[in-house]
């Protein structure tokens, strides 16, 4: 682990030595900050991804949002999008995201990292990681309210039906959202804070349904007994 972490600040440091020689200082002082930060991400996410081997199989975790706060459990038999939200909440991914859909009487959706920047408004719903998350249906698993589950795209572009890297919901109302069951994974469940989801779900929100006054993701954390 050591070894590989050198190497990286080694190729890190020769990028910053090269670009120091070919652009003004304050171009260069931009690209080193550029790299570490792309360090220190790196470094979360290695910590992150060894913490999954000593959780339970059932992880509980904190979503703390400027609206209060909401304890979710994470299912054991959907281990991949278990330890994929696990990973990106352990590393930091989700702090300071917002909740940028929100339908009052359906669910309230969130995890898209082109929300921590107001320039991509007209984007938010799109983002997410590289990657997509093989579909875990499991008929136990419904949408009950407060369950956690995994968005993504139609069924057009997605006819595997494989989630979003990292974008989730959480049900408000169990009716309205019942013809999602084997549709979309659900991975988790809220076992404390329902009062919490209700309030975002109430918030005012713009013809897209986005809260009109954001509804931040602080931080997303174990939750301590």
Do not use: W
């Amino acid at each position: 682990m050591k070894k590989v972490l050198s190497l990286t600040l080694l190729a890190a440091s020769l990028f910053v030595l090269a670009s120091c020689g070919g652009r003004g200082q304050k171009s260069a002082s931009g690209e080193a900050e550029a790299v570490q930060d792309s360090i220190k991400q790196a470094e979360k996410e290695m910590k992150a991804i060894e913490k999954l081997a000593t959780l339970p199989e059932e992880p509980v975790f904190d979503i703390i949002t400027n609206c209060g706060t909401m304890v979710v459990k994470l299912y054991s038999k959907t281990p991949k999008h278990r330890d994929n939200f696990a990973k990106l909440a352990l590393s930091g991914f989700y702090d300071g995201l917002l909740f940028h859909r929100v339908i009052d009487g359906f669910m309230i959706q969130g995890g898209d990292p082109l929300t921590s920047d107001p320039a991509n408004a007209p984007y938010f719903g799109t983002g997410g990681p590289d990657y997509t998350i093989p579909a875990e249906f499991v008929p136990e698993y419904r949408h009950k309210k407060g369950a956690l589950a995994a968005a993504r795209r139609g069924d057009a572009a997605n006819p595997l039906r494989e989630s979003s890297g990292s974008q989730f919901y959480i049900v408000q109302d169990e009716r309205s959202c019942a013809q999602l069951d084997g549709q979309y994974t659900v991975f988790g469940e809220t076992i404390d804070g329902l009062k919490t989801i209700d309030s975002i779900a109430s918030v005012e929100t713009d013809r897209r349904d986005r809260p009109i006054n954001d509804v931040k993701i602080i931080k997303i954390k174990l939750h301590e007994e």
